[in-house]
């Protein structure tokens, strides 16, 4: 097809979620006949956000500052912290706007068979915000796995000496089902529904 350049390119887009060799190639093909308009202007996005986007001290989020957006955003109700697994649970809330709280993302779940254990996840920092005496309710919205229901298992355990109300988001997961691949409907009606854990 070409270089070796197009080849590293197209390899490198096929890396990334959704995009298979096929998809790699087209978008490759389009960048590089529009070079001025589609490649240099992605470059430079991807150059900047590699610089400048870093994790969010207090809850993980990405952004390019610190705290981020959402944790320095004052209109935010604070009482509340809606765990979650990844950024990208995050972006899919955030998305459905279903929750004016606080997030705190875990980096992962429990699993025993992947070799993960509480020493693994970004739990400290959400005992320490949990029980600063500003939060009420810490909301679990964990993917409905066997990894993620012991996740919420073992966090509600440790959550509610702290004196607070613990919840789990409820209807609309199913089994097996990860955050980041719902529908705004089925996010909001599992955040609404959420039960004590």
């Given at each position: 097809m070409g270089g070796p350049e197009i080849d590293r390119l197209i390899g490198l887009l096929a890396k990334l979620p959704g995009l298979?060799?096929?998809?790699?190639?087209?978008?490759?093909l389009k960048m590089l006949q529009q070079p001025d308009t589609r490649m240099l202007p992605l470059a430079s996005a991807l150059a900047e956000a590699a610089r400048a986007v870093k994790p969010c001290a207090s809850c993980g989020?990405?952004?390019?500052?610190?705290?981020?957006?959402?944790?320095?955003?004052?209109h935010r109700d604070r009482t509340t912290i809606c765990v979650v697994e990844s950024v990208g649970d995050l972006w899919a809330l955030e998305r459905a706007?279903?929750?004016?709280?606080?997030?705190?993302?875990?980096g992962g779940t429990l699993s025993a068979l992947?070799?993960?254990?509480?020493?693994?996840l970004n739990i400290p920092p959400l005992l320490a915000r949990a029980g600063d005496g500003t939060v009420r309710e810490v909301i679990l919205a964990l993917g409905a796995t066997v990894d993620g229901a012991t996740t919420m298992h073992w966090l509600a355990d440790r959550l509610r000496?702290?004196?607070?109300?613990?919840?789990r988001?409820?209807?609309?997961?199913?089994?097996?089902?990860?955050?980041?691949?719902?529908d705004d409907g089925t996010l909001a009606a599992a955040l609404r529904a959420r039960r004590p854990s």
């Open positions: 298979g060799p096929r998809s790699a190639r087209r978008a490759a989020n990405l952004d390019s500052r610190d705290p981020c957006f959402i944790c320095a955003d004052l706007s279903v929750h004016r709280g606080l997030y705190h993302i875990l992947a070799g993960i254990s509480p020493d693994d000496p702290l004196g607070v109300n613990v919840t988001i409820a209807q609309g997961m199913p089994m097996g089902g990860a955050l980041d691949v719902l």
